[in-house]
């Protein structure tokens, strides 16, 4: 629709060249009852989360981050401190990665809106379109908490406490990123709208199959018994999950430095699978293909 007025899209950042290294820009809106409930988590939960999913965008093409704005709607019915205690938590996100607020804006909106802007930098930014057949596939942390809170939430219950955290606190993972650029990382993306949705714009991006088992997801325990009260496999329940905020990345055949990862990150990496000739996403479980279904923005 835009045509070669947008000629950059498709990666989690669009990119101005400067001097020697690139400006990285992306932003991200949080919307009530679509992006979080009040009755869920609080205000200053909702401003980490909404700045979180931002930066996660940075980390998503190694960039180091530079600073970001954000832009509050709200109700008029909606009391101050609820808007000071959000702005706290884009303040508490925004040190996290060491990126400071420099900015935003303020109006009256019908629902709670936060949109954040984040600005960051990189000398060779990491895209979606750099896998290459050969490449072995990565994702850091655990997968699949965000949504077993979401499962906690929509039969009535409170979410045990590991994976209340995933939800209301995720954790861009700007260093990791940093670590796996430098590591040789041919292609990366964060997993906002859950593995099945973002290996296959990764997949789509590179032109390549990715092959993935799911049984290698890395889960923990309360993933697993959300799963098994859902009667669903652990590995097809947390890659249809959203905002887990981790990194599925494609290093070369070589890499095997998993272990110094941990250790100098503090966060696990672990091998999922494979890229190979082809253009799309394989989920494999047992032996099987498994088609699974990803978030749709407008579904």
């Known amino acids: ?19 020697g290294e690139y400006l990285a820009l992306s932003t991200d809106v949080s919307v009530d009852q679509v992006h979080f409930r009040f009755d869920w988590i609080d205000a200053r939960a909702v401003g980490w989360r909404a700045a979180a999913s ?9 960039a180091e981050p ?6 509050v709607a709200m109700p008029a019915s909606a009391d101050q401190h609820e808007l000071l205690e959000l702005m706290a938590g884009v303040g508490s996100a925004a040190e996290y990665a060491a990126a400071p607020v420099l900015g ?14 984040v600005l960051g930098r990189s000398r060779k930014p990491i895209t979606r ?17 965000a949504r077993a809170a979401l499962e906690s939430w929509q039969r009535g219950e409170q979410p045990p406490h590991e994976t209340f955290w ?11 990123a940093q670590w796996l650029a430098r590591a040789g990382a041919h292609a990366m993306i964060d997993l906002s709208d859950g593995l099945a949705s973002d290996a296959a714009h990764l997949a789509a991006a590179s032109a390549v199959q990715l092959e993935i088992d799911l049984a290698r997801l890395p889960v923990t325990p309360a993933v697993v018994h959300a799963a098994k009260r859902l009667n669903r496999s652990t590995g097809e329940f947390a890659a249809e999950g959203g905002e887990d905020y981790e990194l599925l990345v494609a290093m070369p055949p070589a890499f095997d430095e998993a272990d110094a990862f941990t250790q100098e990150c503090g966060l696990e990496l672990t091998r999922i699978g494979s890229v190979e000739k082809g253009n799309a996403a394989r989920f494999i479980l047992h032996g099987k293909t498994i088609q699974l279904t990803g978030y749709n923005h407008f579904g």
Request: charged letters at 15%.
């Open 1 to 19: 629709m835009l045509g070669n007025q947008a000629p950059g899209l498709g990666d989690d950042c669009g990119f101005i060249k400067v001097g």
């Open 54 to 62: 931002a930066l996660s965008d940075l980390a998503a093409v190694g």
């Open 66 to 71: 530079l600073g970001l704005v954000a832009a």
């Open 104 to 117: 935003g804006d303020l109006s009256r909106s019908a629902v709670w809106s936060v949109a954040v802007t």
């Open 129 to 145: 379109s750099g896998a290459e057949p050969g490449d072995r596939l990565w994702v850091t942390g655990t997968v699949g908490g």
């Open 166 to 176: 995933r939800y209301a606190h995720p954790e861009p993972r700007i260093r990791a």
